[in-house]
């Protein structure tokens, strides 16, 4: 009987262990060797002179899978996908970025007697409350949070809570964070004396004010002065003149009187 006839009154047993339909990757679970062997793999990708802004995003995770996976220091661990190690360093950049945040708002709230453990304590409180999950990539902040090169790709530069978008998606620049050039600092040095000027400005016109209000203080003080020796001058002739009346009338009695007795 047909095997594949449509009438064939048992049912047909078809052989598919030779199907050629790829199995799903395994899920493992990432071990903290793993992480920091990821992350150095990322930090010394993306510092490579050699790649390029034009580079394509494929290129540069098949060079991250490749440092990761012949690392010496994962012998004996099974080989990553760079489909792997891309989202695996898309968890690691968001969270870490979020816990920065926690940190710096623990070190503001850092009161008087509290130590390092203190502080981390407390950032990790932050970090639950504001996420609503407890962070557990501590290992991974430790190893990124001074490194120059990813504060620059991954932090948000006003301070906000929305960071920009996840680093994985984007081939990091080459170029490093540089001083300000030469414009810049004269710009800045001309916004720094123009503001001086001005300050200078205002104390002239404030020093001027005062030296009016003193003139004026000391004219007021002259003319009291003055009218004070008007006063004395009147007093003295004043006595004079009384002096002279007085004097004029007692010579005349003495010789009114004189003239009597003779």
């Known amino acids: 009987m047909d095997p594949f006839s449509l009438t064939s009154p048992g049912p047909v047993n078809i052989d598919v262990g030779s199907s050629d339909v790829p199995k799903p990757v395994e899920r493992r679970k990432w071990t903290t060797q793993e992480d920091l062997v990821l992350i150095s793999a990322w930090l010394n990708t993306s510092k490579d002179p050699i790649v390029s ?44 970025s979020k816990f920065v945040g926690s940190y710096q708002a623990a070190l503001k709230e850092q009161a008087s007697g509290q130590n390092e453990n203190d502080v981390m304590k407390s950032a990790h409180d932050i970090f639950f409350n504001d996420y609503h999950d407890k962070f557990t990539l501590e290992h991974a902040w430790r190893e990124l949070r001074f ?77 009291k002065k003055e009218t004070l020796t008007e006063m004395r001058s009147r007093v003295v002739l004043a006595s004079g003149v009384v002096v002279v009346v007085v004097g004029v009338f007692v010579s005349r009695v003495m010789m009114i009187s004189e003239f009597s007795t003779g």
């Open 53 to 96: 802004n034009q580079q394509k995003l494929g290129s540069f995770w098949k060079r991250i899978k490749d440092y990761f996976n012949s690392s010496p220091q994962l012998t004996g661990f099974a080989s990553r996908e760079w489909s792997q190690c891309k989202q695996r360093w898309g968890r690691l950049n968001d969270q870490v």
């Open 147 to 223: 490194d120059q090169k990813w504060r620059s790709i991954s932090l948000p530069r006003d301070g906000a809570k929305e960071k920009r978008k996840e680093s994985a998606e984007t081939v990091p620049d080459s170029e490093e964070v540089r001083p300000p050039g030469v414009k810049a600092s004269k710009a800045a040095k001309r916004k720094k004396n123009g503001n001086e000027a001005a300050y200078d400005r205002l104390q002239s016109i404030l020093d001027l004010k005062q030296n009016i209000s003193k003139q004026k203080l000391l004219d007021r003080l002259m003319s």
